[in-house]
Every structure is written in C-alpha cells, then in structure tokens.
C-alpha cells in the first residue's frame, strides 16, 4: 500500500508505547502473601510446568487452588506451559517447585514483559493493521490513523503491560475471528473464535453474535442447500477445535467437570469488589448480595441478560451483515458486562476491542466510550501505581483520535448515526432536533466529571466511615455511562437497515 | 464545540506533534538515567546552598561544575522549583540522592525546558517554503521537518533517556539560526552569545558565525558577481554586534571577574587548557582554512547553515574528547537543509543514522533495550521513506553502496547486541561491539562530512538571491 512507511511508524509508536509502560509497576508487585495477577501467570507456568496434565487443575498437596488456582481454559495453561520452557532455558529459580513462590526481580520482570510483547506481535497487532487495511470506503490516511488510535487504546495496554495479563490474545483471536467471518471466510473465522474461548472462557460474551451472524447467513443461502451444508461445517469445526483443545480433559468425566467448575464459579457471588455494571451500582441503594437467595440472583441476572440483547440478536439473524455484525458485538458484550454474574472490571476489554473495531464509522461516541472504559478501571489503576502512564496515555489516545477524526466537527445527526432514529420520532415530536447538542453537552459534563473524580481519588482521602467512597462513585458514574451507551447502541442497530442500503456512508 | 474541535482538530498539527512527543517523554520517566542525572542534581545543590564565591570551587562531588555561568544561573533557578518537591537533593553532601521525587523533578525539568526548542521549530519551520509541497499534509516539507527536529530520535534518548539539557540549548541554537533567517542578525548573534555561555562546546561552531556576520552583516551589499564589495563596510554593524557579546559576556563573567575567579571558571571550563587546547583547534581551524574562501562567497543564511555543520562535523571529526552525544551539534541544523535539494537530504540521512546509531552504546541495560531499537526503527524508516517521497521526482537518494552501508547496521546490531555477548570472546575482548560500533560509525560520518565538503566546494559560487 502507499504511504506503508506511516503504517510502519503507527505499529512502532504503539510498540513504544505498550514497552514504556511496562517499565512500570504490575499488579501485586512487592505485596507478600497473595500478590497479584503477574504472580498468578507466575504460578501458572510453574504449575504447568512441573506437573502432569492431568493435576493441573485439580487441588493438591503440590497445587494449592486456593493460591492462584488456574481458572481459565486449557489454551492459556499451554501458554504457561510454553512461556515455562523457556523460562528453564534463562533461569530454572524462575518456575521451581513451591520455591519460585513470590519470586520478583528485575530479570524475571523482564522476561514476564518480553512474553506479552511477543504473543501481542503475533497476535493482536496483526490481526489490528489486517483488519484496518481491510476496511472499505475509507482513505489510506483513514485507515492508518484506526490502526494507530486502536493501538492506543490506554485500557488494553495498561491491563496487559501494567496490571499483567494476556488480553491481547483472546482479544487478538477474536479479532481474528471477525476478519474471518466479515470477510467470508467462516471456518477460519469460527476456528479463531473458538481458540479465543479456549483461551478466556470471557470470550463467551462475544458468543451469540458470532452464532447469530454465522445462523443467518446460512439462513440467507437457505436451509435447504448450501446453508445447510455451511451449518454443518460450521458445526464440525468448532467440535473439532474444542476437541482438540480440550483433548487431555476428555478422557476422563471428572477432569472434564472440574475444569468447568474452575472456569465457572457459579459459588461465588453476584458479583466480587467493584465493578461498573448494574449489580455493584444497585447495591449501592439495596443490597441485593445479601438479601435474595443465591439461585434467585443467577436467574435474575439471566433474564436481564438476556433480555437486554434479544432484540439485536434476532435482527442480526434475520439481517445478517458485517455492520450489523459489529455493532451487535459491542451490544451484546455490553449486555453482558452490566448484567452478567461474576463480572470482573477487566471485562470491559471485550467492550472495547469491537467499539474500536467501529471507531472508523461513528469517531466521536467510540472515543468517549473507551475514555469511560478506561476511567472505569480507575480503581484498579491507581492499586498498581500506574497513574501517570494513565494519564498520559488517555492524553495521547485523545490526541490522537480528535486530530485523525476531527471527531469533534463530527457530531451531526447523519454522523452519529441517529438521523432514521431522529426522523421515526419527528414523526411524533417535530420539535426533536436538538440531539446533537444535546450529545455535546453531556460529553463536556462527563468529561468534567471524570477528570474532578480522578482527581478527587488521587488527592483527597475517603472519610472514615465510608473508605470506599472514591471507587463507588467511579463504579457508579461510569455504570450510567454504560447504560447510555447500551441504549445508544442498541438504537443504531433497530433503526439500521430500514433505508439500510440507500444511505450513503460518509467518511 | 466547534470552535473546541478547530483548536484541536486536523488543522494543528503542530501542536499534536508537539504534544505527542511529549506525552512519549513522560513514559520515558522510569528509564535509565546516567551519571549525568548526579551531576545535575549536585550543580542544584551547589548553585542552591552554596554563595557564588563558592560554585567554581566546590569539590565534594567528583561532578564539579563545569559549565558557563548563565548554566549555574539556570541550575540555580531550577533549584528554587526543586525545593518544593524534595528538599533533600539540594543538600551536597546527599551524594547519589535520586528519590522518587528527585527524578519526576528532574524529568520534568527537561520536559518543560524542551518548551523553548518546540519554539526554535516553529519558527524553523516558518523559514521553510512549501513549494515544493503536494497538497497532502505529511507530504509538506514543514511537515516532514517538524517531526525530524521535535521527534529526533537522539535528542530523546540522550535527554530524556540518558538525561541531559540538550533540548533547549539546541533550541537556542536553532532559534539563532531562523532569525538568520529572517534577518534578525542582531537577535540571532545576542542568542548565540547567550548559548556560548550555556554550554561552551557551541565554540565548535563560533567561527561559522563569526565568519558569516561578517561577511553577511558588516558588509551590506555585494556585487552583482556575489563577491564582497570592500566599500560597503558598516562599522556601526559591527560595533553594535561586538556590544552584544561583549555585554553578554560581562553579565555572564563579570560576577566572576570581580570575585577575581576567572583564572579558576577557565580552569573548569577547558580542562586541559594548554596543550589540548592548541591540539584540538589546530585541526579544525585548518580544515575550515581550506573552506574559507569558497566560504566567503556563499552568501546567504543557507551558505552560513552549511558552514556550521561542516564546522561542528569538523570538530567532531578531529576534536579531542568529544563525546558522541556531539553529533547532535551537526544533526539538527543539517535537518533544516534536508528538506531543500535532495543532495543534502541523501547526505542528511547517512549522517543522522549512522550518527544516532552510534549513540546506541549510551543505553546499554536490557530494559531499554527495546526502546532503543523500536524508536531508532521508527525515525529511521520514517525519515528516509518521507525525504524519499519528498524528493520523488528526482534521481534516487542513495546509490548502491550507501544502501548497503546503511542496512549493514542490522546485523551490525544483531551481532554486537545479540550474538556476541553469548560467545567465548566475550569475556577475553568485551570491547569488541563498541570498537564495531565506533569504526562502522566512524566510516559513515567520514563520509558524509566528505560529502558534504564536495557539495559546498562544487556548488555555483554566484549568489543567487535564495530566499532560504
């Protein structure tokens, strides 16, 4: 492609960035006895690597579940796995049998920031550059201004390269997967998307658009013939590759279960710490925790879920298309996030990964909802001592989009993609013009907010009687957020297609 | 809104640049820092508790102060902002002292005084003409120069790296250059003066100034030929232009000429005040002699930018004690020929990469390891592939050989970085990578230096009136 060299620059600039952050603190650093997650990958690849399949998740004498028991699917232990062998060849200290316990130092950090950086050169970053050079209807200049605002994206990079972990992975195979599917290559689009489950059972939120999107186009070639043939394909491809993942789970019934109870702790409560979605926001007013019965609060959070995404599912399937599809993605995920059990603040991350994936197409909302994605996580930020990486790369992920978009010229009803939703209701009130204004203003006050709340969490001390005052209200605030955004987005996708194909896509 | 989003918007995007890189200088706060990072917390100190008949004096710290006077004075300013984040650095005796708060002091101090080179290329840039432009942005050589001055790959890692004050005094010096450019020879020769007695190693390029006010400034006019018409001789300009230095001086050195410590503030300053003295400028002087008189009808502030850099390469080139963070001396100001003729582009980017490259020995921990080499990638390929397309239309910037010189640093790298220090030799010749270093470095500054020489030896003599 022409102008590859500013390509180039975008990917190394978002290399440089996620490098300089690591240099920074991660999560449980120095913080005897649990840690955090960087001890958690720690004990994984000493786990994997020291015991037989067949004990990995199973507790005892040599696994304790209860330090840092695996939770997630079996990819991420052959991750471990892998990233142990090579930790042998450096320093065997590093995953020794109940001794590596706790084990920090500037060499081991290191090689833990060096494994993040290659599976994200693999994985993510590609998938990033491939699925922006992809996009149709947009200039060259367009194109590498998304992958450069994409790679900017303050939330992933500081949850991978500053609290610790492997996001970018699953997140990289479930972009994969949307190419994949997008672009009609849907057995290796579902192939990439199972391994994305196989790897965080989290991917699960991104689920039922991938299946209502695949049902509809076999829908759409008919049921009869080549559909039903794609179904079946479709079927035996993510049997296979579960099959294949799972394989020294499925021999026996109980190592099969006892993954499934890891990976799904149905025990534990509604929801754990502070997290922005409607459960922990509730429980501000009426605490639910406490009051309903346990199986009780699983059904109600079902429902809500459910509920809450239906109505973008069943036109996904009856309307398959990739716009459709994408904006689905971020709904359902956003359905999940507010009203799914056990969910942790982290999981605004499948949030963000298709919200970037329509930053091309609606500039001006995605920036501000992954500015709130990465406010919401504030609390946790400020727990690994990452606050001036935070602030600075909010900074430059801002810069970056308002320069490359002009996203603030762009706030007209067409731009947001309103104008059908703002025509249905001019039919019953003509006086409904003032949206866009509307919109601008409730941008600057959430902005203001923001800033006043981190820096009220920064400087001033919670009062006694309430310690977590700060991290409430950010919790709070940014679950309003999110619930604006799941109305908006559920908007776009009802009042989509209904002059669909005459609209002109302006960009 | 809208009038937020034009302030923000598409159409600054200088100051995106601007911002942009220094968002990337505060990730830079938790890396490596050298022992310069002491010195300049010790010169606080000094400047700080101790009476100014102390500063040239005091010798706790091996680190002795061994700037200019206006350089203690800005210490000493700092000093009073230092205060308020920790008291302790300002104490000489809290050797080594580099607390949390002494380090983000620090940092941002380089940070913030980067302000003022961030101006230089602003006004570099207003002496650029786009003519040559296409109407696409990253096409525009203002453009183009803008991120090769404020995003230069040296300048960030030897200040905000391996920490110095560079940014800033080479703000100065371009911004002296720009008013040469805009005929402000007198604002120009007040802020070189200034400069000088910042840091002295700007000395290296004195005669490049000296030569050219007078030739440019004390002669108001030429012939039609381009050569000097004697009767033209102002003496007025060159009174004036003596009154500058010489008032800048006294407010530099006087305090010090009073307190009859001169002999001492010499002593610190040059080091080896005799025979070295004589050693190092014998080479350069004669290697401009030779120069001078092709020198002398180049008229213009682009004959005098040309003279600088063969100046500062010269001194480089044969000076003694020079430290490779020198090359910068010759870096920047050859950025604002680049994006002219396409001979000094291909001559600009030997110099520039080989010269950065050869700063690669400075950042030797693991950690910022990648840094340097993703940062050194990314002004590389973004330099040569914009000069490139910038000078499309004309005949390729790099012959065979140049290419291949250039992309021998690869493996270069890869061998001095990666392979060798897992072999035997290691241990019997640890010196090997940087003497590489130095000698494949040393060929391609060599090189352009010659190039460079040839360019302006050859160039038509007759003074067109260039407006550059």
Known sequence: MEKWYLMTAAVLLGLIVRWTVSLNSYSGAGKPPMFGDYEAQRHWQEITFNLPIKQWYFNSSDNNLQYWGLDYPPLTAYHSFLCAYVAKFINPDWIALHTSRGYESQAHKLFMRATVLIADLLIYIPAVVLYCCCLKEISTKKKIASVLCILLYPGLILIDYGHFQYNSVSLGFALWGVLGVSYDWDLLGSLAFCLAINYKQMELYHSLPFFCFLLGKCFKKGLKGKGLVLLIKLACTVVASFVLCWLPFFTEREQTLQVLRRLFPVDRGLFEDKVANIWCSFSVFLKIRDILPHHIQIMISFCFTFLSLLPACIKLTLHPSPKGFRFTLVSCALSFFLFSFQVHEKSILLVSLPVCLVLSEIPFMSTWFLLVSTFSMLPLLLKDELLMPSVVTVMAFFIACATSFSIFEKTSEEELQLKCFSTSVRKYFTCFTFLPRIIQHLFLTSVITMILLTIMTVTLDPPQKLPDLFSVLVCFVSCLHFLFFLVYFNIIIMWDSKNGRSQKKIN | ?468
Request: charged share 15%.
């Open chain 2, 1 to 468: 809104m809208a009038a937020l989003g034009i302030a923000i918007g598409g159409s600054n995007w200088f100051s995106a640049l601007a911002l942009g890189v220094t968002l990337l200088k505060c990730l830079l706060i938790p890396t490596y820092h050298s022992t310069d990072f002491e010195v300049h917390r010790n010169w606080l100190a000094i400047t700080h508790s101790l009476p100014i008949s102390q500063w040239y004096y005091e010798a706790t710290s091996e680190w002795t102060l061994d700037y200019p006077p206006f350089f203690a004075w800005f210490e000493y300013a700092l000093s009073h902002v230092a205060k308020y984040f920790d008291q302790e650095m300002l104490n000489v005796r809290n050797l080594n002292y580099s607390s949390s708060r002494t380090l983000l002091f620090q940092r941002f101090s380089v940070i913030f005084t980067d302000a003022l080179f961030v101006y230089a290329v602003h006004e570099c840039c207003k002496c650029i003409d786009g003519k040559k432009a296409g109407k696409e942005l990253t096409e525009k050589p203002k453009f183009i120069l803008s991120v090769l001055l404020l995003w230069n790959f040296g300048l960030l890692i030897v200040d905000h790296i391996h920490f110095q004050y560079n940014g800033f005094l080479s703000g100065l010096m371009l911004l002296s250059i720009a008013r040469f450019f805009q005929k402000r020879h007198m604002e120009g020769a007040f802020l070189f003066a200034v400069l000088l007695h910042f840091k002295h190693i700007y000395l290296y390029v004195a005669p490049a100034y000296g030569v050219y006010l007078l030739r440019s400034y004390c002669f108001t006019a030429n012939k039609p030929d381009g050569s000097i018409r004697w009767n033209s001789f102002s003496f007025v300009r060159l009174i004036s232009l003596g009154l500058i230095v010489f008032l800048v001086s006294a407010l530099s050195l006087g305090p010090f000429l009073a307190l009859n410590q001169l002999p001492q503030v010499f002593s610190r300053l040059f080091p080896f005040k005799r025979g070295l003295c004589h050693a190092y400028w014998a080479p350069n002087f004669w290697a401009l002699y030779s120069a001078l008189d092709k020198v002398l009808s180049v008229i213009g502030p682009r004959g005098f930018l040309r003279c600088l850099i063969l100046c500062a390469l010269s001194s480089f080139m044969f000076g003694w004690h020079v430290h490779e963070k020198a090359i910068l001396l010759a870096v920047l100001p050859m950025s604002l020929l680049s994006v002219g003729k396409a001979v000094d582009a291909s001559i600009f980017l030997i110099l520039t990469t080989t010269g950065h490259y050869s700063l690669f020995p400075l950042l030797f921990t693991a950690p910022e390891l990648p840094i340097k080499i993703v940062l050194m990638l990314l002004f590389t390929t973004y330099s040569i592939s914009s000069l490139k397309t910038l000078f499309r239309k004309e005949k390729p910037l790099f012959n065979w050989m140049e290419t291949f010189y250039l992309l021998g640093l690869g493996p270069l790298e890869v061998f001095c970085e990666f392979v060798f220090p897992f072999t035997s030799w290691n241990l019997k010749y640890p010196f090997i990578p940087l003497l590489l270093t130095s000698v494949y470095c040393a060929v391609g500054i060599t090189y352009a230096w010659l190039k460079l020489y040839v360019s302006v030896l050859t160039d038509p003599p007759v003074g067109k009136t260039k407006k550059q």
